[in-house]
């Protein structure tokens, strides 16, 4: 079941079709002429680089740093995200994204890889350091919520 914070999100935004009819169309593209082993860390590399653009403030309680990177993907009309803490590792639950419709439902693991890239790199400036990594761990097959953990 979708809480009020992720509806009230998705009533808000608008998905414009000419982003998608162009973006579907590159990844066929990139897929049919690029080498595979390539994509997922050029997409890593691009959601780095996007990360780098977009620095999180200083943030000292998970809740802090939730409503930081909330504030720039509602700016953005890239989704929700929920943060939570494990023993072992951290769980980011990306909801609401527009790459289901910028990329296609077939693309969705680039669309994946690009927000391991922001993410790594958020968590890298922040202090995590290298030896914690961003990987994606599933992809909700109804919603194409993305999630994602932080772990060694």
Same mark, same amino acid.
């Given at each position: 079941?979708?809480?009020?914070?992720?509806?009230?999100?998705?009533?808000?935004?608008?998905?414009?079709?000419?982003?998608?009819?162009?973006?579907?169309? !590159?990844?066929?593209?990139?897929? =049919?002429? $690029?080498?595979?082993? %390539?994509? @997922?860390?050029?997409?890593?590399? +691009?959601?780095?680089?996007?990360?780098?653009?977009?620095?999180?403030?200083?943030?000292?309680?998970?809740?802090?740093?939730?409503?930081?990177?909330?504030?720039?993907?509602?700016? !953005?009309?890239?989704?929700?995200? =929920?943060? $939570?803490?494990?023993? %072992?590792? @951290?769980?980011?639950?990306?909801? +609401?994204?527009?790459?289901?419709?910028?990329?296609?439902?077939?693309?969705?693991?680039?669309?994946?890889?690009?927000?391991?890239?922001?993410?790594?790199?958020?968590?890298?400036? !922040?202090?995590?350091?290298?030896?914690?990594?961003?990987?994606?761990?599933?992809?909700?097959?109804?919603?194409?919520?993305?999630?994602?953990?932080?772990?060694?």
């Amino acid at each position: 079941m979708m809480n009020n914070a992720v509806l009230d999100y998705l009533l808000s935004q608008k998905r414009p079709e000419d982003a998608r009819f162009f973006t579907v169309h !590159l990844m066929q593209q990139l897929q =049919a002429n $690029a080498n595979p082993d %390539d994509l @997922l860390p050029l997409m890593q590399a +691009a959601g780095i680089q996007a990360a780098r653009g977009m620095s999180l403030p200083p943030c000292q309680t998970l809740t802090q740093l939730q409503d930081a990177i909330n504030a720039y993907w509602s700016q !953005l009309g890239w989704g929700v995200v =929920a943060l $939570a803490e494990h023993p %072992d590792h @951290l769980v980011i639950e990306h909801m +609401a994204s527009p790459l289901e419709s910028l990329l296609g439902r077939t693309h969705l693991e680039y669309g994946a890889a690009f927000l391991e890239g922001v993410y790594q790199e958020w968590f890298v400036e !922040l202090g995590a350091g290298e030896s914690l990594q961003v990987r994606l761990a599933g992809i909700d097959p109804e919603t194409c919520d993305l999630l994602f953990r932080l772990a060694r």
